[in-house]
């Protein structure tokens, strides 16, 4: 550290001094050019010093010296037209306080990044010696989620030090959110094995582990399927979770663990969701199949739904309630801004990048892209983009994976089930029970049997669907028997059909 001359502190700490004799002025005069090389050696020594630095980077794990990458950006298209990237801007008032930094990772280098808003730019830098890759500030704390190694770091929110590292044993960790009085992650839990015979299918278990924020231990478990996403809100915890057509929503008591499957009401639409979150008044969610926002309350009775225009994705979906309106994150790389009484659009920002997750802060909305190396900060008035922040080496591209399936449900016939199946699909029926399937020379119960589907035998789909005595049917080849004829899906209890995947 560079410290100030000992002899120009004390001459620029020495007082005025008034009165002396002329003797005593020469005398002083003479001593003021004999110290002058030094008072001026000691004042650029001290304009060296930065004690706001020191303030900020002495409590935290070790860091390097932020690099604030000042290059001209890319341009992209906002709701006026396509503009370019301003620099950093000046420091707004208020300042907004560390408590509103934005917090990042950089899953690549292992390294939090915690950016201010005043300057648009990294103020620290927090090695973990992990590779966390999901952020949630809340009780008392930021959290950072570790899927590689299945362990959640807590770090203190002013001093940057990590204070708990907390392994998660139960399963595959795959998502992470904070509120009502805990720390929630979302898993998948591991299957006893991974050799399927053809006619069996696996639909995959997990849940939702609670952390007691004050302890940093796991404090509890709600068993609910396999979780793609969690929010907080309305009194409740709400998990998306993942199933071999649908993405089943439940709710779950903070306290009791107590969990309820919930439904939608007022839609034949299924539960094909890709994000979700509650505000203080509705739970709102996305999905990239139906291309459609909705907006509930916590009963599964729908507000209202909004339709949007449906794209190829490229990365993840995210929804943010914050300023007055809502935000979408879509899989295709826009930012979409709604009123969220009316659903019209009021900004679309196209980024062109896949796009992880949306927050807000000090009055903005931060758009996180990894696989971009980037944070994006958008005006919350009208979207437009205000800085591009560099986050580090970008996040090497993935294969999406969305809660919509590949093939969606359709409901064919108004007096039958929904079907799964369609033309060229292969299909098999479940072993249990153990009895064989009917198939008929035409479509209906009181056709004439041409063959039979045995229990567990797989079968093709040649022609359909047609709609008879309130059930679907479809004409099929077996593949163990040979025989070709038509076969009912299912009931309104049961598919005797099932897709094989």
Not at 51 to 74: C, F, G, I
Not at 299 to 320: N, T, V
């Amino acid at each position: 550290m560079t410290h100030c001359h000992p002899v120009a502190r004390m001459i620029l700490k020495s007082p005025p001094h008034q009165g002396y004799p002329l003797q005593s002025k020469v005398t002083v005069w003479l001593l003021g050019i004999i110290l002058l090389p030094v008072l001026l050696s000691g004042l650029t020594a001290c304009s060296q010093a930065n004690p706001l630095s020191a303030m900020l980077m002495t409590p935290v794990m070790p860091v390097e010296s932020p690099v604030v990458d000042l290059q001209p950006s890319p341009e992209v298209e906002t709701g006026s037209g396509a503009t370019p990237f301003p620099s950093p801007s000046p420091t707004p008032s208020p300042t907004p306080s560390p408590m509103e930094w934005v917090w990042t990772a950089n899953s690549i280098s292992g390294d939090l990044l915690v950016i201010d808003p005043a300057s648009n730019s990294i103020a620290v830098i927090i090695p973990t010696g992990h590779q966390p890759d999901i952020i949630a500030p809340g009780e008392g704390a930021v959290w950072a989620l570790d899927r590689t190694t299945d362990q959640v770091l807590r770090f203190n929110q002013t001093t940057y030090q990590m204070e708990a590292v907390i392994s998660i044993p139960q399963g595959e960790t795959t998502a992470l959110a904070c509120g009502e009085g805990g720390v929630w992650v979302g898993i998948e839990e591991r299957p006893l094995t991974s050799v399927l015979r053809p006619y069996e299918e696996y639909i995959p278990n997990g849940g939702v582990i609670r952390i007691d924020p004050g302890t940093s231990q796991v404090n509890g478990y709600a068993e609910v399927g396999s979780v793609i996403r969690l929010t907080t809100g309305l009194g409740y915890v709400w998990a998306i979770t993942r199933n071999t057509v649908d993405t089943p929503l439940y709710r779950i008591n903070p306290q009791t663990l107590q969990r309820d499957e919930i439904s939608l009401h007022g839609t034949h639409d299924w539960l094909l969701e890709d994000a979700i979150f509650a505000d203080d008044e509705s739970l709102w969610m996305f999905s990239q199949g139906f291309a459609r926002l909705y907006r509930m309350n916590p009963e599964g009775r729908l507000y209202s739904i909004f339709s949007l225009r449906q794209q190829k994705p490229i990365g993840y979906a995210d929804l943010r309630s914050a300023y007055g309106s809502l935000w979408l994150a879509t899989p295709w790389g826009d930012i979409l801004q709604f009123d969220p009484s009316t659903g019209a659009e009021r900004s679309r920002t196209s980024l062109r990048v896949p796009l992880q997750s949306i927050t807000a802060a000090a009055g903005s909305i931060w758009v996180h892209a990894p696989a971009d190396g980037a944070v994006y900060r958008l005006d919350a008035q009208n979207g437009e983009v205000q800085a591009r922040i560099e986050t580090g080496e970008k996040l090497p591209p993935t294969p999406v994976v969305t809660a919509t399936p590949i093939q969606r449900a359709t409901r064919p016939c108004e007096d039958a089930p929904y079907s799964r199946l369609q033309v060229g699909m292969r299909a098999f029926t479940l072993k249990e029970p153990d009895l064989p399937q009917r198939l008929h020379k035409e479509p209906g119960k009181e056709s004439e049997r041409v063959g039979w589907i045995q229990p567990g035998e797989t079968v093709t789909i040649l022609e359909g669907p047609t709609c008879a005595e309130g059930w679907v049917w479809w004409k099929v080849r077996t593949e163990r028997g040979g025989y070709t004829g038509w076969a009912a899906e299912g009931d309104e209890n049961e598919y005797f059909l099932n897709p094989l995947r």
